[in-house]
Structure formats: C-alpha cells, structure tokens
C-alpha cells in the first residue's frame, strides 16, 4: 500500500523542513491532503511555512524545532507525535548537509555532525516508525541520499560516504519489507539549488547546468515514489547516467577526475 490515504489519525514527518527539498516535500505532501510535522532546527522559517500551507490547504501542521543530531531530540520528537494520539503514516527523512575540502583539513566536529545527522538521525527515526507501519500494513519512509551515494567523493568524502550509508541501508530495507505494505524510497539527486551547496561550500559553477533539477521537481518524484513505493528514485536523465557510471566505473579512473572537480 505505501503511503495511505490522508487521515484525521496519521501524520506524515518531513525532516529538513525549513528549506529546499524538506520545505517543498511538506508542501506537495499537503496539496494531496496529509497532515504534516514539520522538524528543523530554525522554527522561525518553519512557523513561516506552516502558516503557507495551513492558508492554502485545509490540513493541520505542527512544527517541532529540533536539533536532530541529538538523541534526545529525536525521542522528544517521536514522543510528541505519540502523545498526540496520532501514528505516523509517512516519514521523509531528508535533514541533512554537507561539507568541502580535504577531510583531514576540516573542522571534526562538523564532520561528526554529519554522520550524526545524515545517518543516525535518519537510522533512528526510520526504524522507530517502521514497526507499527508494519503493524498496519502500510506506510512510507523516504530517505534522501544524493547522487554522490554511488562512488566515493575526494573533496566530500564525509559526505559521500554517509549518504552510501543512506542508499545501501534504505535499498535493504525496501526488500526486507517486500508483502508488508510498507516501503522504503531511496532519493538521489544531482546538484539543486537549494541553501546546500551554499552551506557545503559547493562552487555550483564547476557542476554543468544541464544536471541541475529543481528542488520542486525532485520533492515531487520523491513523493511519487512514496505513493507507489518505488525503492530509488535519481531524478534528472543525466543524473541517472552519472549514477550508473559512479557504480561501475573503475575506482582509479573516477577517482582523480572527482577530486579534480572538487579540490582544484
């Protein structure tokens, strides 16, 4: 069944919600009827744009202001929507950010932090709701990865590295969970214009235009894949090129052209 139909009793979550991808999922996910819970760390924007979707549809939105690298957080989020008495029919676990340069250079912190948002985090709160999913017989978790989840990334290679993590784990789940009625859909764009790269420290001018895709563009096939509980999804035909060529190219040949891409 992947994600059901909306109801008074369900929620779905989208994770990274104050901008980008996070911010259109919870808009398209609405348009379709779904209440949302909104979860970022900057409530102001997140108070924004549940006060956009609540004018333009008839839903309700909750926003949960969390700093989801910690623990504590993460239990504080799930409890809250428990104790709403509602059941989470959809998670979109797509907070997450990226960092430039050469690892050993940067600061470990930050790197850290990645692996605590990009995989614990999303580790976490995927297993924490797929059970009772289960347990209904339907629902939809989509973890978004990226198109560098499909060969290392000199110049990213925290970065890369966690969201490998991301599509290896979400790509063996969606088989585990094959005649449950729950899916899990892996989402892997290209470059998008979105505050990321700014954060990251991406020079967006060294990727060609051509791979770009809007970040309404890829929350709308990541949705689509939710419904029809697709396993991956890469939007963009160059993207998807690219992502056949990172599997099998040889290492020593894309190597030296990615570090070249990134660090010189």
């Not at 709308?220 to 396993?231: D, F, I, W």
Request: charged share 20%; aromatic share 4%.
């Amino acid at each position: 069944m992947s994600l059901p139909v909306p109801s008074p009793e369900a929620v779905v979550v989208v994770t990274g919600a104050s901008s980008g991808i996070g911010a259109e999922l919870a808009r398209q996910l609405a348009a379709l009827g779904h209440d949302v819970a909104l979860v970022a760390r900057r409530e102001d924007r997140l108070q924004e744009l549940a006060e956009e979707i609540r004018a333009g549809h008839e839903v309700q939105v909750t926003v949960h202001a969390s700093d989801l690298r910690e623990r504590a957080a993460r239990e504080a989020l799930l409890g809250a929507i428990a104790s709403s008495g509602r059941h989470v029919a959809g998670l979109a676990n797509n907070a997450g950010y990226g960092s430039t340069g050469r690892a050993w250079e940067l600061d470990l912190e930050v790197e850290e932090g990645q692996i605590e948002l990009n995989i614990e985090a999303l580790h976490h709160l995927t297993l924490a709701v797929v059970p009772e999913m289960v347990r209904r017989r339907a629902g939809a978790v989509l973890n978004v990865a990226s198109g560098a989840a499909f060969q290392p990334m000199p110049g990213m290679a925290t970065y890369a590295a966690t969201k490998a993590f991301v599509q290896s784990f979400s790509e063996a789940l969606h088989a585990e969970l094959a005649g449950t009625g729950v899916s899990v859909t892996t989402l892997c764009p290209g470059p998008v214009d979105t505050e990321f790269t700014e954060v990251a420290g991406i020079d967006e001018s060294r990727f060609p235009g051509l791979l770009k895709v809007s970040a309404e563009e890829v929350a709308e096939q990541g949705v689509r894949g939710m419904l029809t509980g697709k396993r991956s999804v890469i939007p963009g035909t160059p993207n998807q090129a690219l992502a056949l060529a990172g599997r099998y190219t040889p290492r020593s040949v894309v190597l030296p052209v990615l570090k070249r891409q990134t660090l010189s």
